[in-house]
């Protein structure tokens, strides 16, 4: 492999322009539309927490399902913006968390969703 080949394999985020946390949460969503993710849950961290300034929460239909909306969202993120995500719990396929520092992304098979139900933990009171 040539040197110009190896440093066009590397991700590179837009030139010089700082990625914001919204520019993130939107091509988050794009990949989770992608990837028929369902029950798409956005709630907004900024002023709440310093976790970071959004969470996603989303279900996928199968353990395979699961994996696979998380491993393909930590690549978009790595090509679109140079994010390398930290992702935890890709090995049982039942939560998957994905963290790029500025949002948290949660992926439930259905039946986990439900039992943590992490929407009614961190919505804003009043909010079904």
Partial sequence: MTNQAAQSAE????????VTSEA???RILTSLDDDKAEDVVQIDLRGVSSIGDYMVIVSGRSSRQVVSIAEKLVDRLKEAFGIYSKIEGKEGGDWVLIDTGDVVVHVFRPEVREFYQLEKMWQPAGTA
């Fill in 11 to 18: 991700p590179v985020p837009a030139a010089d322009a700082e």
């Fill in 24 to 26: 993130i949460l939107s």
